[in-house]
Each structure stands twice: as structure tokens, then as C-alpha cells.
């Protein structure tokens, strides 16, 4: 008898339906063709036992099961209850009058039990896409599919649920979420706040900029200074996720099976990888590609502690998606792309020993050493972060004051307003939100200057030297800065502010 029941892969973070064919004929074997991998091959043993241990079996016969369509690769674990129930249908053991309208995916513990799979809420958009009825996963995922409105959606925690669900009608109970009211409830100000932090004025002042208008950012200072505290505290006053961002987001957390027992996420991603990481990990990548951590930062913030300790080779792969906003990753059968759109902050030691333009302390490396260790940090590179800023240690009279700094939540309605006028601006151009995305040609509508501003703006090319991209940098971080001021002109001050953000273009530092 021939029963097809459905599964689902995920490629990049979008689904494609699988359907999976069971045949049981006269004969014995079992074969599964149609591109699956050692997970899906080894899944045999795993319905073999788990049928056993509650009452079933896996009929003696020649049975053959295809995972259509046949040449593209299948992996992963998921497809254990969606073999065993089209083994169980397929040999008359349960009725499957209704099989085909429902999309079935789990991984099988021996006893029956159901694991958690990957890509719980890409399979449920697509799902409700094609029309399908319900959608019949692990109660770990239900949260996170429930997500997506007008599908019913089915969390199980043993395959005899399924089994009692087809064969004698026994109601599956089906989980409700309401995606708004979820969402709304839970977005609350993250645990760090800049209020915590003493002294640091300008340096407050520059990652208010940086939020406003998503600019990427570089600390540069000695240990102990507090670049890291600073960047940990960033997330506090960026606006909040909108719906259609935390749903992209937890699209491609839920890629890697990041967002378990939970629905929408409403907190934007922070991303803090060691500098051992390989380019791979960090970009997407592997022998079968997944999201890497600048995807997982996406609509968030990715920060690189220790810029010049990660390997050169792998701080140039991030060039291209920091410009384009997404990561393409090639393979000969297929290729898949993820979103990153995020703003990077990075923090680094001026010197190898971490003391360099210090006037108080010893100078403890050599020129040739201080060459190395600014070495690994490419031109380009940095061209392509808006804002350096030198970050010094905190006198111990600022330290020991008892009044607090200006809290995380004042600095947000100040963020919040610039990019209200930021969305405003752009709201008839496609995929610009906010002014660190404004290509070349939306800079010359929105960033026009004065002869004033352009002959200072001049004298600051030709003094620093600085590159055509570093111009465009200026210019978008001064259009920040006027929003921020709620003024519709860039002016001199403006300009003049977002110069001294370029500190590593000067002489004495990388040159």
C-alpha cells in the first residue's frame, strides 16, 4: 500500500515541503532513497524501538520510503515521526483517511518521546502557505509555530498521541498564541542600563549617535577603561522590535533551535563571539550552510571585544555583508542567503600592551609590534565603521560620585525620536530605515551642505586624508546627528562633530 505523509527542510531560513512516499510490498528490506543523510538513514533503529515500546512494530515486508523531492538533500533528525507514522499508515496499523492535511515533523526518543527539531516557525509560514490543515510538532516548538496565524498547530510529547490523534480520533489539544499581546508584554528594557556607568560623557554621547542612526562603532582604549560595559549596554537604548523584525529574527534563530519553549522574540539579539572564531562561524558557512553569528546579530548588535586578536582572514570576509546587508553562501548543488543587517561595535587596546598614547604609562611595545597588532585590521575595514572614538580611563572623582549618570530609558525617547524622523524620510524608499543604510545616491538627496560646511568638510578630507567612503561615512553621521538635534539642515557643528568621530584616520595612529 502507497501513503504519503509530509515533512518539511529548511534551505537558508525559507521551507520547501517533503513529501515522503511509504511503499510496503511483498519481499523484505528496507529502503530509503532521495538524498537523506546519516541522521534520516540511522532513523530505522529509533522507529523500530519506539513503535515497540508502545505496541507496534515495523511490518516485515519490503518497505520503501522516497523523500520527494528526490535531489534535494535531506538532513536531520526531524523526519523520525514522519517515517513512522507513514510506516504505521502505509501497513493498515492506523486508519489515515485525513493524513495528507497535515505536516508532521519530530525527532523519536526509544520510548516514543518527542525531541525539540530546528526551523519550527519557517515550516509553519510555509505550511499555512500551501494550505495545510495543521501542523503536528514537538510541544517544545508549539510556541514558537503558533507564531503564525490561521494554521492550527499541534504540540505533542510522545508519537502514541499521534497514533491515538489518526486512528481513533482522539483530540490533539492545540496551542493558542496571540502574537500582539505575546510580543507587546514582553518587551522590557534589557538588565544593563547606562545609568551604571560613571563619567564617560562623550563616549555616552557617541553610542546615543551610533543608536540613532544603527552606525557601526569602534572603542579604542587601555584595559580597565570600560569599552566592554559601554557596548553591553548599547542594546538598552536602541527602539524597540517591531512585528515584522522580531518575526525575521526569530525566523533564523529558530534555523539553529535557538528559541525553544518560547514565541516571538522581543529583545534584539546580542551577539558576543570569542576571538578564536573561525570565518565560517561567523559569517554562515559549513559543509550543509548555517546562519553564522552575523545573522544571529541580525536587527541587533554583533560586538568584536578585542578587534586585532580575531585572525585578519576572518574580519574581511565580513566586508561585503556589512555593506550589502545580507550574506550569500555558495555551494555547488545550491545557494543560500541570510539577512544581516546588524550594527556592529567593536573595542580594542591601542597598542599591544595596551597603553599606547597614554601619557602616564610606561610604552611598552615596540614600533615594529605596534605595526603587527594595527596590521590585522584592514583600511576597508574600517572605512566601513562610521564612528572611532578613543575611550579613556575614568578619574577616581567621577568613580567614587553617588549620582547616578542619565538612565538607559531617557537616552531611548531620544533615539526613539530620531528615528521616527529617520522612517519618515525614508518611508518611500525601499529597504532604508534608518540613515546607516542610505546608499551614495539617497546621501546627496538627504545630506546637502552649505559652502561653509563643504569647505570645512574639504579641509578635513585633505588633511586626514581620508577615503570617498569615509566622506560618505561623515556625511551620515552628521544627518544623524541634526535628527537627533530635530533639525532638517546639516550645519557646520553637525559636520564638525561627526570629523572628530574619525579618530583612527589620524595621523599617529594607524599611519
Known amino acids: 500500500m502507497l501513503i504519503k505523509v509530509y515533512g518539511s527542510a529548511v534551505f537558508g531560513i525559507e521551507a520547501t515541503t517533503i513529501v515522503v512516499e511509504v511503499n510496503i510490498d511483498k519481499g523484505i528490506g528496507y529502503h530509503l532513497v532521495g538524498l537523506p543523510d546519516n541522521a534520516i538513514k540511522e532513523s530505522n533503529y529509533r522507529i523500530a524501538a519506539a513503535l515497540q515500546n508502545n505496541?507496534?512494530?515495523?511490518?516485515?515486508?519490503?518497505?520503501?520510503?522516497?523523500?520527494?523531492?528526490?535531489d534535494l538533500r535531506k538532513e536531520g533528525s526531524a523526519y523520525d515521526l514522519t517515517l513512522a507514522i507513514g510506516i504505521l499508515a502505509a501497513s493498515d496499523q492506523i486508519r489515515s483517511n485525513n493524513i495528507e492535511n497535515y505536516l508532521i515533523m519530530g525527532e523519536l526518543s526509544l520510548d516514543g518521546s518527542l525531541q525539540p527539531i530546528k526551523g519550527a516557525l519557517p515550516i509553519a509560514i510555509k505550511a499555512k502557505e500551501e494550505g495545510f490543515e495543521a501542523f503536528i510538532l514537538p510541544k517544545e516548538n508549539a510556541n514558537e509555530a503558533a507564531v503564525?496565524?490561521?494554521l492550527k498547530v499541534y504540540g505533542?510529547?510522545?508519537?502514541?498521541?499521534?497514533?491515538?490523534?489518526?486512528?481513533t480520533n482522539v483530540p490533539l489539544e492545540q496551542t493558542h498564541v496571540d502574537t500582539r499581546r505575546e510580543f507587546y508584554e514582553h518587551l522590557h528594557l534589557p538588565e544593563f542600563d547606562f545609568a551604571d556607568v560613571k563619567g564617560q560623557e562623550s563616549i555616552k554621547r557617541c553610542m546615543e549617535i551610533a543608536a540613532a542612526g544603527g552606525h557601526n562603532i569602534i572603542l579604542i582604549g587601555p584595559p580597565g577603561a570600560g569599552k566592554t560595559m559601554l557596548a553591553k549596554r548599547l542594546p538598552s537604548i536602541l527602539p524597540p522590535m517591531t512585528l515584522h523584525e522580531a518575526l525575521e529574527t526569530t525566523k533564523i534563530h529558530s534555523v539553529v533551535g535557538k528559541v525553544k519553549n518560547r514565541g516571538l522574540m522581543s529583545q534584539r539579539p546580542f551577539r558576543n563571539p570569542h576571538h578564536t572564531i573561525s570565518s565560517a562561524a561567523l559569517v554562515g558557512g559549513g559543509s550543509y550552510p548555517q546562519p553564522g553569528e552575523i545573522s544571529l546579530s541580525h536587527n541587533g548588535v554583533l560586538f568584536l571585544d578585542e578587534l586585532p586578536e580575531f585572525e585578519r582572514?576572518?574580519?574581511?570576509?565580513?566586508?561585503?555583508?556589512?555593506?550589502?546587508?545580507?550574506?550569500?553562501?555558495?555551494?555547488?548543488?545550491?545557494?543560500?542567503?541570510y539577512p544581516s543587517s546588524f550594527m556592529l561595535v567593536a573595542s580594542m587596546n591601542p597598542s599591544p600592551g595596551g597603553y599606547f598614547n597614554d601619557p602616564d604609562a610606561p610604552v611598552t611595545s615596540s614600533p615594529a609590534?605596534?605595526?603587527?597588532?594595527?596590521?590585522?585590521i584592514s583600511g576597508p575595514l574600517l572605512d566601513r565603521i562610521d564612528i572611532h572614538i578613543e575611550v579613556t580611563p575614568v578619574p577616581f572623582d567621577k568613580l567614587s560620585e553617588e549620582r547616578k549618570g542619565e538612565?538607559?530609558?531617557?537616552?531611548?525617547?531620544?533615539?526613539?525620536?530620531?528615528?521616527?524622523?529617520?522612517?519618515q524620510r525614508f518611508q518611500e524608499v525601499d529597504g532604508i530605515h534608518y540613515n546607516a543604510q542610505m546608499g551614495t545616491k539617497h546621501i546627496r538627496k538627504f545630506c546637502k551642505l552649505n559652502e561653509s560646511s563643504k569647505n570645512l568638510l574639504k579641509d578635513a578630507m585633505q588633511r586626514l586624508n581620508l577615503s570617498a567612503r569615509a566622506y560618505d561615512r561623515i556625511l551620515k553621521v552628521s544627518r544623524t546627528i541634526?535628527?537627533?538635534?530635530?533639525?532638517?539642515?546639516?550645519?557646520?557643528?553637525?559636520?564638525?562633530?561627526?570629523?572628530?568621530?574619525?579618530?583612527?584616520?589620524?595621523?599617529?595612529?594607524?599611519?
Do not use: C
Not at 313 to 330: G, H, K, N, S
Not at 407 to 422: D, G, L, M, N, P
Open 369 to 376: 609590534e605596534m605595526q603587527r597588532y594595527l596590521g590585522k
Open 482 to 511: 541634526a535628527d537627533l538635534e530635530q533639525s532638517e539642515d546639516v550645519v557646520e557643528n553637525h559636520i564638525s562633530e561627526a570629523i572628530q568621530y574619525r579618530s583612527l584616520d589620524r595621523e599617529g595612529w594607524l599611519g
Open 407 to 423: 538612565s538607559s530609558v531617557v537616552i531611548r525617547k531620544r533615539v526613539e525620536a530620531a528615528r521616527e524622523i529617520q522612517t
Open 156 to 167: 505533542v510529547e510522545n508519537i502514541k498521541e499521534v497514533i491515538d490523534f489518526f486512528d
Open 148 to 150: 503564525v496565524d490561521g
Open 55 to 70: 505496541g507496534y512494530r515495523i511490518p516485515g515486508k519490503k518497505i520503501t520510503i522516497n523523500m520527494a523531492p528526490a
Open 313 to 337: 582572514r576572518v574580519l574581511e570576509v565580513m566586508r561585503q555583508p556589512m555593506e550589502d546587508r545580507e550574506v550569500t553562501i555558495a555551494r555547488a548543488q545550491f545557494t543560500v542567503t
